[in-house]
């Protein structure tokens, strides 16, 4: 569902949270304006997509975001989400693609991405992440695609990054990074 005026609908998370055994849950553009949760916890025990970009959220990321064992995509682009990628981001632990680009989030890319294993798309260009990229992001043997561009990344490129050999696509323009990758 997509296109879809829900913003009159404050508690959309509570209603569909009642959905236990909900695998996919996409609402794109549905002028949503917050995840946060009345109840304190969502209950998406069997979710494995999360697809809400371009939306309102204008708040930090909910805790339960990172509660999800069976979560493989994650798409919050697009949003005017706050805060910090926060390090519990390492308990999705079944997630190959990860999307939060185009937000208001800050600070550094958490070295914690590295030990999500499985993941082989992230996209985190336009968000003012700032620092290095973490040299754990090397750790990342399936990667495919990473997308970093237009950030405050600075310092040099991992080497690590070099010995990604399923990596086809890196986007890190619009930075201070120096170095080269061999």
Same mark, same amino acid.
Do not use: A
């Given at each position: 569902?997509?296109?879809?005026?829900?913003?009159?609908?404050?508690?959309?998370?509570?209603?569909?949270?009642?959905?236990?055994?909900?695998?996919?849950?996409?609402?794109?553009?549905?002028?949503?304006?917050?995840?946060?949760?009345?109840?304190?916890?969502?209950?998406?025990?069997?979710?494995?997509?999360?697809?809400?970009?371009?939306?309102?959220?204008?708040?930090?990321? $909910?805790?339960?975001?990172? %509660?999800? !064992? /069976? +979560?493989? @995509? #994650?798409? =919050?682009?697009? &949003?005017? *989400?706050?805060?910090?990628?926060?390090?519990?981001?390492?308990?999705?632990?079944?997630?190959?693609?990860?999307?939060?680009?185009?937000?208001?989030?800050?600070?550094?890319?958490?070295?914690?991405?590295?030990?999500?294993?499985?993941?082989?798309?992230?996209?985190?260009?336009?968000?003012?992440?700032?620092?290095?990229? $973490?040299?754990?992001?090397? %750790?990342? !043997? /399936? +990667?495919? @695609? #990473?997308? =970093?561009?237009? &950030?405050? *990344?600075?310092?040099?490129?991992?080497?690590?990054?070099?010995?990604?050999?399923?990596?086809?696509?890196?986007?890190?323009?619009?930075?201070?990074?120096?170095?080269?990758?061999?």
């Amino acid at each position: 569902m997509s296109w879809v005026d829900l913003h009159r609908d404050v508690h959309w998370l509570d209603s569909l949270s009642l959905l236990s055994s909900l695998s996919e849950l996409r609402l794109p553009n549905c002028q949503l304006n917050n995840m946060i949760s009345s109840l304190g916890y969502v209950n998406f025990t069997s979710l494995t997509v999360l697809c809400l970009p371009s939306n309102n959220f204008n708040h930090n990321m $909910p805790n339960w975001l990172f %509660n999800f !064992s /069976s +979560l493989w @995509s #994650l798409d =919050l682009s697009d &949003n005017s *989400l706050k805060g910090q990628i926060r390090s519990t981001i390492s308990n999705l632990q079944n997630l190959y693609h990860l999307n939060l680009s185009i937000n208001m989030l800050t600070g550094r890319i958490p070295e914690s991405l590295g030990q999500l294993k499985h993941l082989e798309i992230v996209l985190l260009f336009s968000y003012s992440s700032c620092g290095p990229i $973490p040299s754990q992001m090397g %750790n990342l !043997s /399936s +990667l495919s @695609s #990473l997308y =970093l561009g237009t &950030n405050k *990344l600075n310092d040099t490129l991992p080497k690590n990054l070099g010995l990604l050999s399923n990596l086809v696509e890196l986007s890190i323009e619009n930075n201070f990074i120096e170095g080269m990758i061999t």
